[in-house]
């Protein structure tokens, strides 16, 4: 019998994990789910489509790879130095790594699910749902599946393509792809799904609107693949970022929350269970508070700082903080967004434990995501297992950051209007003063302390690395230089920072290798062709 390798495994055994209706909650089990007895309805495709926004399918990479390898991995966030975390420090990550594991298995998991139902409506739905309907439902679950590939591409490259899981039962064992490939796949799924989408939709579901933002995304990051020359990317590909995020800027209607706030609360309003699925959240997980059982929730109540301001004051056990390098990005007046993204000793927040009389940081920890307890969110069934916080993939001010860079593109710095208009909504909507000129750096930064903390850092230094290479390996190896992977203290009676002294680990220096992860351990063993050179797809 031909050994099936895990890649095979976990897209043969995946189910159709039913969602819900409008609210994304109510999950029917999934033994009601088949192909026989299901798809008959415009409303089955909805409940399809549903459990692919959050729950078990998203479970194993959100909670185990998601911050850790896009901020951890990054320089943003710090965890301490051991077992997996601390090969994440000190650049020595191993093929079997947990995280790397987690992040290969479980985003390979979103897209059997994906796959199943993108099949499942092609061949078993009923011919009497309209066509617009069941290309709106394939266009969800692509783009969704695009958003899978998209991370598996720029975390490790050449990765296999897998559109039918059943082909897998004959042929198990996989060749990778190459990346270019990958990323063309990938905007292919968006393509589909730009044509498809709906302009609005109901609360939290998909629209048009967000996959041209992905597809924008995902062009800036192609436009670096393959670059011969130092600093430069594909003109044409720039053009095509720059095309889609500028649509999503000016035609869909949409805009930054609390943009016109005159107190500046539209940024730490977004991660408020209260603002879930608000119009900047053009794509969100979606996250029951009834969720028992291990990794089919928002497990992120278990980054927090503090028992006092969790659900059942449980679960504050993993710590995530800031380092020194995050901290320093802020300026002197970026106040609402580095309090709405990391805790200082001596801060207040009133709607932590909000019938407690709120909370009062003792050090320096995460805030972002930490939403409080059961009494503050309204939802007596939430555990620390299972936050209500729909946390975002892709937000609109993310892609108005894409469309800046797009329209900087090749040039060292940029007066264009079009990109400083988007550039400095986002800052204003923060409180933050605008600037007049736009490079590089300048751009890299702001996604870095618009978007900490949302997965996004390492994503943006390995586009980065694709079309300067140099400068990426420089900049990481600058973090070690000046010892800013570490965490910090904060003296709230002189608001001064100190940053950890104690002597860390050693680091091996990063090179551009650092940039793409090992496939796991396991993965090779049970599919060797894994480490053959990548093989083309179209």
Known sequence: MKPINKIAFFLLIVAVVAGCKKDFLNRPSNSQISSTNFYKTPNDLRLATASLYGGAPWGQWHYNALLQLGDILSGTGHVGYNDDMGQLFSRTITANNGILNSGWTGLYIVIGQCNNVINAIQQTASTSIPQATRNAAIAEAKFIRAVAYYHLAVYWGAVPIIEDNTKLVNNPMLNRNTTADVFKFVTIDLTYAARYLPLKDDKGRLTTWSAQGMLAKAYLTMAGVGSKQEGQRNQALLDSAKKYAGNVCKNSGLTLLGQDDPNHLGYYNLFRSQYNDNPEALFAFQWSPDQTSWETGNMYLTFSPSNAINPQKNGAWFGLAPTWDL?????????????????????????????????????????????GNEVDNNA???????????????RLADVYLVYAEAILGNNGVTADMNALTYFNKVRTRAGVAPVNLLDGPTILKERRVELAFE????????????????????LLNNQDATYSRQTFSYDPATRKATRDTTTAPSTVPASISSFTLQIPASELSSDPKLAAPPVPYY
């Open 327 to 371: 901290y320093k990005m802020y300026s002197t007046d970026d106040t609402i967004r580095r309090k709405a993204t990391i805790m200082l000793n001596g801060d207040f927040y009133p709607e932590l434990n909000a019938a407690g009389g709120g909370y009062k940081s003792t050090g320096v920890g995460l805030k972002k995501h930490i939403i």
């Open 380 to 394: 007596p069934t939430m555990t620390y297992t299972s936050s209500i916080e729909h946390d975002a993939v892709l």
């Open 455 to 474: 997965g996004q850092y390492w994503i943006d230094l390995v586009r980065y690395s694709f079309y300067s290479p140099m400068a990426a390996v420089k």
